[in-house]
């Protein structure tokens, strides 16, 4: 069951950085999961350990841990616009 959580809640992050980062309209449900799963061993890699707390990838489902992986999802978007775009929005 919590892989399936997992799935929900990636997707979940990935969707409002998408809309953050306003690609949302340039990527579908697949991508938003992708997104928010990647962004968040990206937040865990780099956020989490400034701020002492998880990430949704292991298995800490806490406000802290939401945010570092939101935060990181945020932060992927803004490294594929950077390097595709040559701007980060």
């Known amino acids: 069951m919590s892989f399936l959580l997992w799935i929900v809640i990636g997707g979940v992050l990935g969707w409002l950085a998408s809309l ?5 309209a340039q990527q579908g449900m697949l991508l938003n999961v992708v997104v928010g799963i990647v962004g968040a061993l990206l937040g865990g890699w780099l956020i989490a ?3 002492g707390t998880g990430t949704i990838n292991t298995d800490d489902f806490s406000v802290g841990s939401l945010l570092v992986s939101f935060l990181g999802a945020v932060l992927l978007l803004a490294i594929v616009n950077l390097v595709f775009r040559g701007r980060a929005r």
Not at 20 to 24: A, G, I, L, N, S
Request: proline share 12%; aromatic share 0%; charged share 25%.
């Open 20 to 24: 953050v980062m306003k690609t949302d």
């Open 49 to 51: 350990p400034m701020l």
